[in-house]
């Protein structure tokens, strides 16, 4: 499978992290986000991150460069009620995908990848 196809099918499964039955809402902090957190933990890790979770609930994926610097990529997880499902998870995914397509090649940069999932970009309550 190629790694576009590998992005959809993931927001796919991230879609169906939700609190409402047939519509995307899924709230920071929310037994919805956890889901998500655990399926997006997991895929960082095995594109060779390592993963941590700050106090308020953002996920990090760190992979190391060779160098002192570091570029941030990603987006948000959390969702407005009936929600599309590319809405902040396309962020994620694409990022994990490059640092993938890096780590299966055995590639490092001169500077490390953090790929970051914030858990509530859109302030739902």
């Given amino acids: 499978m190629n790694l576009a196809q590998t992005v ?7 879609a169906t992290c939700s609190e409402e039955e047939g519509r995307l809402t ?8 956890r889901r ?6 997991e ?9 941590t979770r700050d106090n308020v609930g953002n996920l990090r994926g760190r992979y190391e460069g060779s160098g002192t610097r570091t570029l941030l990529l ?14 902040g998870p396309l962020g994620v995914m694409v990022a994990i995908a490059a640092v993938q397509k ?3 090649a ?9 790929v970051l999932a914030f858990a509530d970009e859109e ?3």
């Avoid at 899924?26 to 986000?33: K, N, Q, T």
């Avoid at 895929?43 to 993963?51: D, I, L």
């Avoid at 990603?74 to 969702?79: A, E, I, K, M, V």
């Fill in 8 to 14: 959809m099918d993931r927001c796919d499964e991230l």
């Fill in 102 to 104: 890096l780590h299966d």
């Fill in 106 to 114: 055995g590639q490092r940069l001169p500077f490390a990848l953090e």
């Fill in 123 to 125: 302030g739902l309550r």
């Fill in 43 to 51: 895929w960082m890790r095995q594109a060779g991150m390592s993963v």
């Fill in 26 to 33: 899924r709230p920071f902090a929310s037994d919805s986000m």
């Fill in 74 to 87: 990603g987006s948000h997880l959390d969702s407005v009620r009936d929600a599309g499902k590319y809405d």
């Fill in 36 to 41: 998500a957190h655990k399926h997006v933990r």
